[in-house]
């Protein structure tokens, strides 16, 4: 089974600085994918980003940027020069890769506030 | 990506009453979930709707208390049988293209149950 943790349950920021929020995994899975999405008071969930785990390359969305590392399966998201409109909670969420049913596991989510 | 929408956006509701969730594609999709996310939790998954067969349902998840319905590629619904507290929760559903494809979410539904 997989299973998602993500350790911060709350975390702050001021406006124009950088945040990391840090998502860990388990899974016996070669090949999956691995997401970030926001989710606003509007309870809307939207996509930040999206990570293969064949690609060494990190994903990059313009202020959003991932830290993959594979092997310690952990899988961060970095947000620079954030933005009041930043404030949500995020959740980490793993797909396993292959034909069936692919539900998203999230993570228990972390909320972010960015202050003024 | 998919424009979502999802009928009624609230409800509250009385113990013992159903109540049926629509979630509508502006476009055709293969894909279609639904997700329940308790108050202060994460989403969980309660089925994959299956067009022209029947859902499939995740652990703890049953057909009686959750029926599923997806009559063509644009649509589905998700109804709460026989209401109790506990099911108060955003219902989401959440589309995509391929098993490997990113899955775009609705808008929500906010239930409460009295």
């Known amino acids: 089974a997989q299973t998602v943790t993500q350790s911060q349950p709350e975390m702050s920021v001021q406006e124009a600085e950088t945040v990391t929020l840090s998502c860990t995994y388990d899974?016996?899975?070669?090949?999956?994918?691995l997401f970030w999405y926001k989710q606003p008071p509007s309870r809307q969930m939207i996509l930040v980003i999206r990570?293969?785990?064949?690609k060494q390359q990190n994903a990059t969305e313009n202020r959003f940027s991932v830290n993959f590392q594979k092997a310690a399966k952990s899988f961060s998201l970095k947000i620079s020069d954030s933005q009041l409109g930043d404030t949500a909670m995020y959740f980490c969420?793993?797909?396993?890769w292959g034909t069936g049913a692919n539900n998203l596991f999230f993570g228990t989510g972390t909320r972010l506030t960015v202050i003024p | 990506s998919a424009v979502i929408s999802q009928k009624p956006s609230r409800d509250i509701c009385q113990r013992g009453t159903s109540l049926t969730i629509q979630c509508q594609v502006d476009?055709?999709?293969?894909?279609m979930f639904w997700y329940r996310q308790q108050p202060g939790q994460s989403l969980t998954l309660i089925a994959t709707?299956?067009?022209?067969?029947?859902?499939?349902?995740e652990s703890g998840f049953v057909i009686d208390k959750f029926p599923i319905s997806r009559p063509n590629l644009t649509f589905s619904t998700l109804t709460v049988s026989n209401m109790s507290p506990e099911d108060s929760s955003i219902y989401l559903c959440?589309?995509?293209?391929?098993?490997?494809?990113?899955?775009?979410f609705g808008p929500g539904t906010r239930l409460t149950v009295l």
């Open positions: 476009s055709q999709v293969t894909m």
């Open positions: 969420a793993f797909m396993k």
């Open positions: 959440s589309v995509g293209q391929s098993s490997t494809d990113t899955q775009y």
């Open positions: 990570q293969e785990a064949y």
């Open positions: 709707a299956n067009q022209g067969s029947e859902a499939t349902y």
């Open positions: 899974t016996s899975e070669n090949n999956y994918y």
